[in-house]
């Protein structure tokens, strides 16, 4: 039998690959007595899951109305996050490669090789979105390193990963950043501050080139 606990969980995982792969598109409601029937579970855990997925951006909840899944990225939007991102970003990733420990470069290589590796997922939907939150990780130790909380609260705060995955469900979007990840932990291995510095801006430049089709 599962605990509360794993039931919550397992809750918030599938609703969570249903947004992120746009099974429940940006902007619909999430009614929760409907999708508590949907997953056969009580409200209860339900109510825990959409409660997680706000504080992490993927849902809102207006006043009367109840849950829905959050808008999508504006074209507008989607530019001005890589703006920020290419601001912060590769001078982060210069940091973190002078303040480097064993400890924190042990981290990143776990988050990296989570990427490649990790749970099999059950399903193309699920390896997607399970990659997004993988991806996220991965550049968080990486601000970690970097020591700097106040950048790494601002690049947090947006759920950039999580928003610019719902863009595009492409597999083009996880292999080519897996090659780009292999540059950078290539340079944070050698603490190579520079080449830390031009493979992260490279990375989110290209990243932002795949994802732009989208408003094509």
Known sequence: MLRPSSIA????????????????PPGARIPIDG???????????????????????????AHLIGYSASAQLTHKEFDDLYKFRLMVEPESARQACLRMTEEAMARIEAAAADMEKGEQPVDRNSRYSRFARADAHLHDEILKAADNEIVRQ???????????????????????????????????????????????????????????????
């Open 154 to 216: 601002a690049l947090n705060d947006q759920h950039i990963h999580l928003h610019i995955f719902r863009l595009m469900f492409h597999s083009r979007v996880t292999q080519e950043a897996l090659e780009e990840h292999e540059r950078l932990l290539a340079a944070l291995r050698a603490r190579d501050a520079d080449a830390a510095f031009e493979a992260m801006r490279d990375h989110i430049e290209r990243s932002r080139d795949r994802l732009a089709a989208a408003f094509e």
């Open 35 to 61: 999708m508590a029937r949907e997953l056969n579970v009580s409200q209860t855990p339900v109510r825990e899951a959409l409660a997680r997925l706000e504080r992490e951006g993927l849902v809102r909840k």
């Open 9 to 24: 969980e397992s809750v918030h995982e599938r609703i969570y690959d249903r947004i992120m792969s746009l099974q429940i």
